[in-house]
């Protein structure tokens, strides 16, 4: 009897285009499409986002989409500590391109130094992971470059401030 009602069942459910159509109607090429402009949109939307900068429209959409994304196929703590520096560094480049633009504003340099105050505790965390690993050379070698990046960060950003300053004044 049981062999009886599974062969009962497979005869009136429908196949998998009938399903289609009980799902979506006679449009399934405009769903199709659909989905293709959305995909295309927010890829187009991502790349656009990788050029901008502090106070642009898309920065939000490259600092916390685009680089989470990226961040997400980083593996071991060591690499994931050198990203962060390498992170700093993309800011403190942003920092420059900003001042050189002449549209550095006291606003863009709170959102890099948010940035980089974000990175920074990343990186001391990865640090603390590496120790707890054993790994005293590589935890060594991340704290010089964050230290490193952090002395220059410094001195970029209050050199930036200094120029912002008198193009103001």
Known sequence: ILLE???SVLVYAPNIFERTRILFGSFRPAYAMVLLLVFILSGGISFAAEGALPG????PVKVKINEKISGIFV????????RESQLIDKR???VKV???????????IKIVEDQINIH??????????????????GALSVQAKLKSSLTVNEKII????????KITS
Not at 75 to 82: D, H, I, Q
Request: no cysteine; charged share 35%; glycine share 8%.
């Open 5 to 7: 009602m599974n062969q």
């Open 120 to 137: 920074t505790e990343n990186s001391k965390g990865h640090i603390v992971a590496l120790e707890l690993e054993k790994d005293f050379e």
């Open 75 to 82: 593996v071991g703590s060591l690499n994931k500590a050198e």
């Open 158 to 165: 209050t050199e930036a401030g200094d120029k912002n300053e």
């Open 92 to 94: 403190l480049l942003e």
């Open 56 to 59: 642009n429209f898309l920065y």
């Open 98 to 108: 900003l001042s050189e633009n002449g549209e550095l504003s006291d606003k863009n």
